[in-house]
């Protein structure tokens, strides 16, 4: 009895394995076995897409979150009254996540708008390709993305002097861009916006 259980157990392992194999091979390959399921798929699920034009991410992300750190050069975020419902609210100032937390929320969003700012496929718009392969393009997000970074600290630690200097690192990040390729002589034909 022992000996049939043993070759029971050993026949569906066996099957067992050669069922994963066949799995994995057909994901990806002999070396799919040996990579974690997570990092499969997490490979599967990093294609990013685009839906917007890279005037829709500055309208829509950039601009009102750049905009809620720079009130707060002249205003303390801790003073805004919430709205009688915060809920509903559609400023981040006085809504339920207003007050400090949306400076901070509204630097977090700067930050990581900046991926968006590097996939491809994305277009300006006038129709053109967002430059991402051009050689500057890459230092001008990353100077996005770091001021962003810096704006975060800065309202963490809630201090309207930091946040001052933060705000003129995020109007030198987007202004260094704007130069370069929003107000580029030449026209609109020439701009990426």
């Known amino acids: ?67 809620v750190i720079f009130f707060t050069q002249s205003n303390n975020p801790a003073d805004v009254k919430p709205a009688s419902d915060p809920s509903s609210s559609t400023d981040p100032l006085t809504g339920a996540y207003g007050g400090w937390n949306a400076v901070e929320n509204s630097a977090i969003a700067i930050t990581e708008a900046a991926n968006l700012l590097t996939i491809p ?27 962003g970074r810096v704006a975060y600290k800065a309202a963490q630690s809630k201090n309207q002097d930091k946040v001052v200097d933060a705000a003129d690192a995020v109007t030198t990040a987007c202004q260094s861009c704007h130069d370069k390729y ?10 990426c916006m």
């Open 182 to 191: 929003r107000d580029k002589p030449g026209g609109v034909a020439n701009r």
């Open 1 to 67: 009895m022992r000996f049939r259980n043993l070759a029971f157990a050993l026949l569906v392992c066996a099957v067992a394995a050669t069922v994963f194999v066949g799995y994995t091979e057909a994901q990806g390959g002999a070396g799919a076995a040996a990579q974690p399921k997570t990092q499969t798929a997490a490979k599967s699920s990093a294609a990013a897409q685009v839906d917007g034009n890279l005037a829709q991410v500055m309208r829509g992300i950039l601009f009102p979150n750049a905009n």
């Open 121 to 147: 496929g994305r277009v300006c718009s006038n129709g053109r390709p967002v430059p991402i392969n051009n050689p500057d393009w890459g230092k001008l997000v990353q100077g996005l993305r770091d001021a």
